[in-house]
Structure formats: structure tokens, C-alpha cells
């Protein structure tokens, strides 16, 4: 496998699409392991990955982002935060925490976040006093809150992997990013008195029932996809129709949406909607692989040699998964490493909602930690800053980030807790 090995450095290095590099490495792979005879199935096999009911909500929920991004919510939601904790030491951190929570409901990418709001955040917290690296630590640490409360892409790439629900796993994510919110606003406001921050009761805020009316339309859409799950009204897929239809009306609150806006957010949906599917259907090869291989077997009999078993077996997935999350993106990640390790801590027992809200956590956190840290580049490129110099101001946040993921690990009921009440099973 050598030659293998050696292929896929050369392509890395080269720049190739993921997707390409992980479909000729696999190709190439059944043929150093003798296994060619397989290819001829390679399209069913393909077809068979992606005919998931699960993953029909997702173009559905990128398109409800896209337009509700192009017609110009941003504003609103930022007054309205702003009215709501603007008013303490280190308000303006304080907002740019509390507009990533509701941005979250709308949007369900944590990149789609960070390269909003920089552009926005950033150049209003200097001009107020702030070190701007301060103010893209800040940006790109809130931007994670985005793929943890519902709608999620990576919960619904997880459910539809893995068969669990992803209704379960949209309301397991809310209590875990509340807690992520919380947590960075403490130490936001900590630092703003250490720092001796801007903000506080003095400044002028907005008032809040004005910009309460203002933002109302676009915190009915997270309010509306909630609630059509937590009722049975819907399934995820259907509340994802009904989350582009009700972001087509609440547009027309705010700058309106054209045509050549709403043909800018298909496009952009077909596109990105494009991309995660041909992974899918790359890595799907190599599952298919392995299986053949018996790979996932040997893994399981090297886990229990090694007396990895409960939580042991769980704060092993979680360094596997943070070093992934440095290095990969979240959907490669996801789809490359669940099929090897989600099965057999199923097997052990692990609840499988809370390992996927544990799971989707634990990449996230490599969006802002270096060396290739998405949200980082994204705001470093936004905001003119040293990648570097960024990537030094977000650590505190990341340690912050580290321990609110050990007390999801260890507390499965911060994740749970909602999901059992709405009805739903272990499942």
C-alpha cells in the first residue's frame, strides 16, 4: 500500500479536490488489494450512499440560508442582540456571541457565519477600541455556535450515515449551544474587565421593541423548524421546505429578494450541495473497501486490546476527532472516519444522539484551531489580519471550547435531556 500512500500525498500536495484525490486513491486501492472485481458495483454502491431520506433536507436548509443571507437579516439581528446585552462591559463581544446564536438557526454553517459577520463585527469593534485580532477571535470562536444549534448540515451528513434521527439530533444541539454561547460570554466579559474593554450601560443602544419588530421575521424561521419537530408536525425533511418558504416571506421584510438574488442563492445551493455529495459518493469507495477488507474488524479487535471500552473508547474518538478536525474539513471528516469508529461505539453502548452532538462538536472546534482552521482563514482573509497572530488570540476561547466538550462527553443528559422530553427514543 505504499504506492497508495504515495499517490495520495502527491495529489494532496497538488492541490486536487478532495473529492477526485479520495476517488482515484480508492480505485487505486481496490487494485494494489486485488479487489478489481468490485468496481463493477461501484455505481450502485454509489447510488445506494446518497439515496438517504435524511439527506434531502440538506440542499433545503442551505437554500433557506442563501436567501435569508441576500435579503439582509444581518442588521436586524445585530440590533436586536445588541439591544438585548449591549449594555454590559465587553457588549459589543457580547453581541457578536449573542447574533452567532440566532444567525445559527438560520444559516447551520459555522464558515457561512464567520464570513458574514467579520465583514460586519470586526471593523465596528475597532473603530469602538478593540484589538481587531481580539474582535476575529471573538468572530470566529462564536461562528462554531452555528452547526450546533438546529439546522445543522453536519447533524443531518451524521443521521444519514449512521440512521439516527436527525429530528433527535437537531433538538439534542440546542441546550449544547446555548452552553457554548454561554460559556464564551463568560469569558468574553472576564477578559473585558481584565483588558479593560470597551462597553457597558453608557453606550447608546437600540431600543428594544423596535428592533425586536425588526428581527421578528427571521427569528420566526429557527422557531418555526423547531417547532414543526419537537411536535411531530414535520419531518426534517418537510420542515426544511417549509423553512425555505417561510425565509422567501420573511425576505420580503427586510431588503427584498430579486430574481437574480434568488437565481444567486440556487446557484450557490447546487454548488455546495454538489460538492458534499460527490465526497459522499468518493469516500462511499473506500467504505465499501474496507468492508470487503474487513477493516472495521480489525479495528474492533485492536480497540479491544488495547481495553478501550465505554469511556475510554469515547475520549479516544474525541482525540481522534479533534486532530481530524485540524487538518480536514468537517464533511470529509465526518464521512471518512464515522463508518471505522461510530458502529462499534453503538456496540459499546454509547447513546447514538449524544455521540453525534458529541461527534459534530469535537470537528467544529477544528474550524478555529490551527494549522488549517476554516473560520480562521475565512476571517483572517475578511479582516486583513495575520493568520497567525489570529489563530494565538482565539486560544483562550478554544480552551473554553475544550471543556464545555468534556462536560458534553461526560454528561450525556446535557444532550439528551431535551430529546427525551420531546418523545424521542435512544435512537
Not at 450525556?412 to 435512537?427: E, V, W, Y
Amino acid at each position: 500500500m505504499f504506492i497508495v500512500l504515495a499517490v495520495f500525498v502527491l495529489l494532496l500536495l497538488s492541490g486536487t479536490a478532495f473529492a477526485y484525490l479520495m476517488g482515484a486513491v480508492s480505485v487505486l486501492s481496490f487494485v494494489m488489494a486485488d479487489k478489481a472485481q468490485y468496481l463493477s458495483v461501484m455505481p450502485q454502491r454509489i447510488f445506494a450512499q446518497l439515496d438517504v431520506f435524511a439527506f434531502m433536507a440538506m440542499p433545503m436548509f442551505i437554500l433557506t440560508a442563501e436567501i435569508m443571507s441576500r435579503a439582509g437579516v444581518t442588521r436586524s439581528l445585530i440590533d436586536f442582540s445588541m439591544s438585548l446585552v449591549g449594555r454590559f462591559k465587553g457588549g459589543l463581544g457580547h453581541v457578536n456571541i449573542m447574533t452567532s446564536i440566532f444567525f445559527a438557526g438560520i444559516s447551520g454553517s459555522a464558515v457561512a457565519d464567520s464570513a458574514a459577520l467579520s465583514r460586519i463585527f470586526v471593523p465596528e469593534m475597532v473603530a469602538r477600541g478593540y484589538s481587531r485580532y481580539y474582535a476575529g477571535a471573538v468572530t470566529a470562536a462564536s461562528s462554531m455556535i452555528g452547526p450546533i444549534i438546529p439546522p445543522s448540515i453536519i447533524m443531518i451528513v451524521y443521521g444519514g450515515l449512521t440512521g439516527t434521527s436527525v429530528a433527535a439530533l437537531f433538538i439534542a444541539g440546542i441546550l449544547p449551544g446555548l452552553l457554548l454561547a454561554g460559556s464564551l460570554m463568560a469569558l468574553n466579559g472576564g477578559l473585558a474587565y481584565m483588558n479593560n474593554h470597551p462597553g457597558g450601560r453608557h453606550d447608546d443602544l437600540p431600543p428594544f421593541l423596535p428592533s425586536l419588530k425588526r428581527a421578528l421575521p427571521a427569528l420566526c424561521l429557527p422557531a418555526v423548524i423547531l417547532g414543526s419537530l419537537v411536535f411531530g408536525l414535520a419531518t426534517p425533511t418537510e420542515g426544511s421546505a417549509i423553512a425555505v418558504l417561510v425565509a422567501l416571506i420573511a425576505g420580503q421584510f427586510y431588503d427584498g429578494l430579486t430574481l437574480d438574488k434568488l437565481r444567486d442563492a440556487l446557484e450557490t445551493t447546487a454548488r455546495m450541495t454538489g460538492t458534499i455529495f460527490i465526497i459522499l459518493a468518493a469516500i462511499s469507495i473506500l467504505g465499501f473497501l474496507a468492508g470487503q477488507m474487513g477493516w472495521p474488524q480489525i479495528l474492533s479487535g485492536w480497540v479491544e486490546q488495547l481495553g478501550l471500552t465505554g469511556t475510554k473508547f469515547l475520549f479516544f474518538l474525541l482525540l481522534i476527532f479533534l486532530v481530524a478536525g485540524m487538518f480536514m474539513d468537517t464533511p470529509v471528516a465526518m464521512t471518512l472516519l464515522i463508518p471505522l469508529f461510530v458502529p462499534q461505539a453503538i456496540a459499546q453502548g454509547i447513546n447514538p444522539v449524544h455521540l453525534g452532538i458529541v461527534l459534530c462538536f469535537n470537528l467544529c472546534i477544528g474550524l478555529i484551531t490551527p494549522p488549517l482552521g476554516k473560520c480562521l482563514v475565512v476571517v483572517s482573509a475578511m479582516t486583513n489580519t495575520n493568520y497567525w497572530r489570529l489563530a494565538a488570540a482565539t486560544l483562550p476561547f478554544i480552551a473554553v471550547q475544550l471543556l464545555v466538550l468534556l462536560a458534553l462527553a461526560y454528561w450525556p443528559q446535557i444532550s439528551l435531556s431535551l430529546p427525551h422530553l420531546a418523545g424521542f427514543s435512544a435512537k
